[in-house]
């Protein structure tokens, strides 16, 4: 083992038994379900913000965009408006009015913001399918996450892909099932600065080395792949035109991700949230922008197989093997940010919203607790099998979960909070139809990847629940 690797392997290490220390001394804090899936409500600024952050850019993010700007180009540059357009949604639009109507409504999850109070009409029916969505999109989403932390250790150690997905899966379950809510949020937030660092490091390390040679610009236009330096990849203007609303379309899908902005219902107070939001949105500013740049310079200095590991290989030729250990888990915090608020909400559709055995609110809050722990394992010991088995590309898998839920709560959620209640048979028909159309063009050759995948199932849904909504009507009325 070289020096660089035993740095990194040092460095790792010291990493998750940090993790694995936040988990064990939040842990005291679980007393209710409230605690231990919202943090009692009293999150501050700065967690709130880089958690929810880090949370909704997994290793999509890191690998995924940096991959895709090094496999096809300039035209990865609409991923930045998508994203950061979603970070100013989420944050501008959302995050005030759920927080207000989580702490009006009491609720706990967002399945139970959609679900209503007890003896609302259709309770049982979306608080079931709701959770089954959010089953089935997590599920496939936390796979490829831990796949993801394969590909790091098949990369820079000398494991094989089977042990390193065990290794990481473990890691990210044991603190997530010692500390719930507050493990997750605090690991996330330390998670959340070392991606920010790594994503503003590299990309200037490798936009100056490129810049001493050819120079930046110039080297991207000198690439020999055809379309590479278009912002619509050398397409006619129509289809140009479809790839680019395909790409923006992605920002739709932020409203739509419980395990994102179950954080608004957690903040403390509105003075919290005013600072959460300026603190995110330069996260996001310095990430998005930080990846794309990696990628483009990095096909201009080094070739690699899988596009998707061209931040490790970077990492490895440009940095000394401390400052590249560091680097490198902040890729790891990436998958392991996601995948940790992702299995609280996997675990809390099942134990509260699903109400398996008794409703969560009727039981004592430790055996809530320790049952939510138990589906955090089961649900890792089955993504693991996903993950050793299932396809390898994280940015395809990630996008069309992502879409899903997407396409299943944003527009039932923009509406509840920009409009009004919505009735709960169109409410029910709405995150049906948005999640089982995004499934379907996920499926169908001839519309996966393209504009009609990220745009239509949400506007599809949008409309069905804004002709539901009961104040549009009063007015009409």
Known sequence: MDEYTQVLLYTLIFYKIVLIGIGILASSRNKSSTDFYLGGRTLGPVVAAVSASASSSSAWTLLGVSGYAYLYGVSAVWIFPACVGGFLV?????APRLQRLGRETEAVTLTEVFAGKEGSPYRRAIATSASLIILF??????????????????TNFELDFTQSVLIGSAII?????????????????LQGFIMAIASIVLPIKVFLAVELGSGFFEGVSQVPVEGYSSFIRNMPLGAGIGFVIGLLGIGLGYPGQPHVVNRFMALRDEKALCSAQKIAIGWGVCVYAG???????????????????????ATKELFSPVVGGIIIAGVLSAIMSTADSQLLVAASAITYDMNLGKPAKSVSPEKTVWQARLVVLLLSLGAVGAALYGSREIFSRVLSA????????????????????????????????????????????????????????????????YTGCERKQEEVN
Do not use: H
């Open 291 to 313: 990846m794309i740049v990696l990628g483009l310079g990095g096909r201009i200095l080094f070739s690699v197989e899988d596009p998707e590991t061209i931040m490790f290989i």
């Open 90 to 94: 989420n944050w501008y639009v959302v």
């Open 402 to 465: 992502w879409n899903a839920m997407g396409a299943a709560f944003g527009p039932i959620l923009l509406i509840r909070l920009l409009i009004g209640p919505i009735k709960p048979r169109f409410l029910l028909i709405a995150m049906i139809s948005g999640f089982v159309l995004s499934v379907a063009a996920n499926n169908i050759p001839a519309i996966d990847k393209t504009a009609w995948e990220t745009i239509g199932p949400f506007f599809i849904a949008l409309a069905i629940a």
């Open 137 to 154: 999109s997590l599920f496939l989403y936390i796979a490829a996450q831990i796949q993801a932390s394969g590909k790091l250790f098949e």
């Open 173 to 189: 379950a044991l603190y997530t099932m010692l500390g719930g809510f507050w493990a997750v949020s605090l690991t996330d937030t």
